[in-house]
């Protein structure tokens, strides 16, 4: 008889006491304590209030301020000189390339640079993505679409199309003695590209719908060369650079009206470090000369005009500091006052507590986070625009994964915090650790060489930043992208990973200490 | 890290008995007696506190370990990538070491609150003030011993490693050395930022009370100016934000090139940060002064 009492008595006791009940408690203790709710609040409004007190150079309706837009949507450097003449229908544009040679600016900063008031600091030199070869493209404007069969400094043989396109051809640098030849042919929306080291053997390199072509097209020549920007450390130098290429035996099938070649910068403005190109032609040779680019554009450091989208959510690095002194607390606090005790007496299983108190946590810090983001998205893109700035546009999804992706940054860093909390049971020493090993690498990483840059921010939890990225990496252009903090050395989900790898760890010490110490 | 159970448990112990002194001390002798009385007290304290000892190794320990990193991963080739100031750059670790300084201030004041001895202190010494004095004493004494040694290991870090990285004299570097007289300036600006972040640290957690809150606040204040510094790109604006925030002011003392076009000459961005320090403290004096412990 006393057997079942006491076998029965346990029994909805244990049902009372399940996760559940336990998941309960944890939020009924955060949710009393005023200060950790004032805190929330806080996060919010510093995450999304940050920008407000930002102000930036460009003013209403300059137009150096806005960015061309691609046919896909996407903001894109458009800049380079082009010589052509307008093809009726279906026809073939043919050119051999003899060589590429160019211009380095070398020199000290050049942070706004004129165009027209350099050209002292010249040295020869060829940018590895300059580039020369042949285009064809409905009209002239920036941004518009295009396929294009080029050489290039360090890349090989190129074809390119519609800003995001690159597929290579044949590799190696371009000379008198191993000449390049390339060809564009049209047949209605289609471009096919080919190229040859000798002329009569063709590869064909790749094909390219553009969708509602007209009848008409302008085809030619073209040269660009990308400014030329080295960092290390705190110093850079830098500045634009000048592509020249050679061509020559210019073969034309189909319609060509006008019979002569005509020359022209695109796309060159106040804000684009670009030198002035030219073309120069005699006995069925021609020079073309130019600067600039034909790449998607990279908003920020890079020297794209646009303003990167993710810079709205700067504040996240005051909401971090929030979220993790909460965190912290959440543990801490019991060690403090006794409480985890009680906590640890009511139940025993010790990993349970644990695993409920980074349940509450992180649900919490999480569903806080995605308000701090939306708002902080939603303030910054308006106080940007107001500013005059133009903001380079992202998909729809990409912003609902930069949301998404700061409220996790935010909740996995509270729960860093937590588990650090357990395992030094001071708040003071959790709080800074997680502080210094999220916020500091990327203030180090400013003034390190690139190598060791890259390596800290690979490995150490600051790696989670990498999920506010807001643009894809296209290796077809010359920035960088280790060090820059729009990017980082990884990609978006690879870079949350190492910080949820860290949080993983540290949950695991904090749990085998919650079991073997006394509390 | 067994530290914080136990770190309540000792001093309690212990105070009293130094404290002692202090109680009766303005009874029997002249009140000037009490200044050196708290100072024993506060001293007593931050001697027997197990983590004092540790913070004050993990601040040498990480200014001169992140020095050594940075001068380590510089180079300079071709005249590419060379860093513009080598005594800034082998001072670099104070930016982190100043982390492990506010954790050792933060808690000389709001570890009192944590473990109630507060409550005992005051009750032996009743003149609030004196008692944040004397922890502001403390602390900033031991900080700069701490900070002395982890500037000299920067600086050493500078001398030893930055020439065989190509910063030699023949590339136009001069050696980072104390015998020249901007590079003495700025080691010795620097043990002095670290002692004025201490007196801010204590100022900060005597007004917030709870180290968690006062740690996040500090690191915050110190670490968040920089980071919106890089996005403001209107210079005028950006120079303003270099002016008034702490750390970045602060560090001018660092510099010896380039003192033009720095935002403040080295010793009046010292000073920003001084009267940062001088803000929070008297602030913290007056919390302390006027609310319940």
């Known amino acids: 008889m006393t057997a079942g009492t006491v076998v029965a008595a346990p029994r909805p006791r244990v049902r009372g006491g399940g996760f559940g009940s336990l998941l309960r408690a944890e939020w009924t203790k955060f949710r009393s304590v005023r200060g950790w709710v004032i805190a929330m609040v806080v996060l919010v409004i510093v995450t999304a209030g940050f920008l407000l007190i930002g102000s930036d150079q460009c003013s209403v309706g300059n137009s150096a301020c806005t960015v061309p837009l691609g046919p896909g949507g996407e903001a894109v450097d458009d800049s380079y000189y082009l010589v052509r003449q307008p093809l009726d229908g279906n026809g073939s544009l043919t050119v051999r390339v003899t060589s590429l040679t160019g211009q380095i600016q070398a020199g000290p900063s050049p942070a706004h640079v004129r165009v027209g008031t350099q050209g002292t600091n010249l040295r020869a030199g060829v940018a590895p993505w300059a580039k020369a070869g042949i285009i064809l493209e409905p009209d002239t404007a920036q941004g518009t679409a295009y396929a294009a069969m080029m050489v290039t400094g360090a890349h090989g043989v190129r074809m390119q199309y519609d800003y995001t396109g690159d597929i290579a051809g044949l590799p190696g640098q371009v000379s008198a003695a191993f000449p390049r030849w390339l060809r564009l042919v049209r ?55 000048l592509a020249t290429g050679a061509f020559d035996r210019v073969g034309l099938t189909g319609d060509w009206p006008s019979a002569a070649w005509a020359g022209a910068d695109i796309g060159a403005d106040a804000m684009s470090p670009q030198l002035p190109g030219g073309f120069r032609q005699d006995a069925g040779t021609l020079q073309v000369t130019g600067s600039g680019d034909i790449v998607p554009d990279i908003p920020g450091n890079g020297g794209g005009n646009g303003v990167n989208i993710s810079v709205a959510l700067l504040g996240t690095f005051v909401g971090l500091i929030v979220a993790v002194v909460v965190g912290a607390m959440l543990i801490t606090a019991e060690y403090r006052r006794g409480l985890i005790r009680t906590t640890l007496a009511a139940t025993p299983r010790r990993g349970q507590v644990l695993l409920a108190k980074v349940v509450v946590t992180g649900l919490v810090t999480f569903c806080t986070g995605l308000v701090a983001a939306t708002a902080a998205l939603a303030v910054g893109e308006r106080s940007l625009r107001r500013g005059g700035s133009f903001i380079d546009p992202v998909s729809t999804l990409t912003e609902v994964r930069l949301v998404a992706g700061t409220a996790a940054l935010l909740a996995v860093a509270a729960v860093l915090a937590l588990a650090l909390g357990a395992v030094a049971r ?79 760890a540290a949950l695991t010490l904090a749990f085998f200490l919650l079991r073997r110490r006394d509390a | ?75 300079c080739h071709d005249g590419l990538g060379c860093p513009g100031d080598p005594a800034k750059l082998s001072l670099t670790g104070v930016q982190f070491g100043q982390a492990v300084v506010a954790v050792l201030a933060v808690l000389a004041v709001g570890g009192e609150y944590s473990t109630g001895m507060i409550r005992v202190t005051l009750a032996a010494v009743p003149r609030r003030a004196a008692v944040l004095a004397a922890k502001a004493a403390v602390v900033t004494v031991l900080v700069l011993a701490a900070g002395a040694v982890a500037v000299l290991g920067c600086v050493l870090a500078g001398r030893l490693v930055l020439p065989g990285h190509g910063l030699t004299q023949a590339h136009g570097y001069e050696l980072v050395w104390l015998g020249r007289g901007p590079v003495l300036r700025a080691a010795a600006g620097s043990v002095l930022y670290l002692g004025l972040v201490a007196l801010l640290s204590v100022g900060i957690a005597a007004m917030v009370r709870d180290p968690a809150v006062a740690i996040g606040a500090v690191l915050g204040l110190l670490y968040l100016f920089p980071i919106l510094a890089g996005v403001v790109t209107d210079p005028t604006w950006d120079r303003h934000l270099q002016q008034i925030a702490p750390m970045s002011a602060g560090l001018d003392i660092q510099a010896t090139t380039g003192l033009r076009s720095l935002p403040l000459s080295p010793w009046a961005g010292l000073g920003v940060l001084a009267a940062w320090a001088a803000g929070a403290l008297v602030a913290g004096g007056l919390v302390l002064r006027l609310h319940d412990a």
């Open chain 1, 426 to 504: 001071r708040s003071a020493a959790a709080v800074t650790i997680a502080i210094m090993v999220i916020v500091a690498p990327w203030m180090l990483s400013t003034l390190l060489a690139q190598g060791a840059a890259r390596w800290l921010l690979s490995v150490t939890p600051a790696a989670g930043f990498a999920i506010q990225q807001a643009y894809p990496r296209y290796l077809q252009t010359s920035i960088d992208y280790t060090t820059d903090r729009a990017y980082g050395p990884l990609v978006p989900w690879a870079g949350f990973a190492v910080l949820c790898a860290w949080t993983l």
């Open chain 1, 187 to 241: 047949s209605g929306d289609v471009i096919t590209g080919y190229d040859s080291a000798d002329g009569t053997h063709w590869a064909r390199v790749g094909t390219v719908t553009l969708p509602g072509l007209p009848a008409t097209v302008q085809a030619g020549m073209f040269a660009a060369s990308p400014s030329y920007w080295q960092t290390a450390g705190q110093s850079g130098t830098g500045g634009p650079t």
């Open chain 2, 1 to 75: 890290m067994r530290g914080p159970v136990r770190a309540g448990v000792v001093p309690a112990g212990v105070a009293p008995a130094g404290v002692a002194p202090a109680g009766v001390a303005p009874a029997g002798v002249a009140p000037a007696g009490v200044v050196p009385a708290v100072l024993r007290a506060e001293w007593t304290k931050a001697r027997t506190l197990a983590g004092t000892a540790w913070l004050l190794l993990g601040v040498v320990a990480a200014t001169a370990g992140v020095s050594v990193f940075t001068v380590e991963s510089a180079s």
